[in-house]
T-cell receptor
Framework: DGGITQSPKYLFRKEGQNVTLSCEQN?????MYWYRQDPGQGLRLIYY???????QKGDIAEGYSVSREKKESFPLTVTSAQKNPTAFYLC?????????????FGDGTRLSIL | AQKITQTQPGMFVQEKEAVTLDCTYD???????LFWYKQPSSGEMIFLIY??????QNATEGRYSLNFQKARKSANLVISASQLGDSAMYFC????????????FGQGTRLTINP
């Protein structure tokens, strides 16, 4: 079945450490997104990519980095510069073309500080 | 800038009753799309229904329908005959033309269905 796979499901970060969250999709979608969700809040856009080797900052990109070397993969690195990384991270993808296509989401990664 | 407002932090409804979740939006785009997602306690985001700004009919998908009032900039989700499995967070989101690929989300409404 086609879908979006995020790993790991739970991740713990030590002070000063960079960690990378994986997002892989087999939906053949061009666009991919990373969102952050804090408890009881809506989703905020971190980064997005509309095509391989290109990506743009979202609303809260500081302290995060991404790469898009393959169409299927859009990993997110939470750097040590992100001082409050504890949150739920969701990856999404969307096909191009039809305007009413929704974004499809993975199951998320919960990141906590040790 | 686009903004979504969901004014109901929590809603409690008896099973089998209908429920309306409110969503108002603000945008300067003439063409835009509105989405509703359901987020169960497990965390995944499930797409429910879409309404385009130029759609003449209110969107419907099974037990879900959208009460779209363009002049009032509201896009309320109506769930008919609620079920225990409808208990979840519900998010309204918008996609405009200028940020065509990006979704802006509201704060969400936590819906609890009581037996």
């Amino acid at each position: 079945d086609g879908g979006i796979t995020q790993s790991p499901k739970y991740l713990f970060r030590k002070e000063g450490q960079n960690v990378t969250l994986s997002c892989e999709q087999n939906l053949n979608h061009d666009a991919m997104y990373w969102y952050r969700q804090d408890p009881g809040q809506g989703l905020r856009l971190i980064y997005y990519s509309q095509i391989v080797n290109d990506f743009q900052k979202g609303d809260i990109a500081e302290g995060y980095s991404v790469s898009r070397e393959k169409k299927e993969s859009f990993p997110l690195t939470v750097t040590s510069a992100q001082k409050n990384p504890t949150a739920f991270y969701l990856c999404a993808s969307r096909g191009q073309g039809v305007y009413n296509q929704p974004q499809h989401f993975g199951d998320g990664t919960r990141l906590s500080i040790l | 800038a686009q903004k979504i407002t969901q004014t109901q932090p929590g809603m409690f409804v008896q099973e089998k009753e209908a429920v309306t979740l409110d969503c108002t939006y603000d945008t300067s785009d003439q063409s835009y799309g509105l989405f509703w997602y359901k987020q169960p306690s497990s965390g995944e985001m499930i797409f429910l229904i879409y309404q385009g700004s130029y759609d003449e009919q209110n969107a419907t998908e099974g037990r879900y329908s959208l009460n779209f009032q363009k002049a009032r900039k509201s896009a309320n989700l109506v769930i008919s005959a609620s079920q225990l499995g409808d208990s979840a967070m519900y998010f309204c989101a918008m996609r405009g033309v200028q940020g065509a690929q990006k979704l802006v989300f509201g704060q969400g409404t936590r819906l609890t269905i009581n037996p």
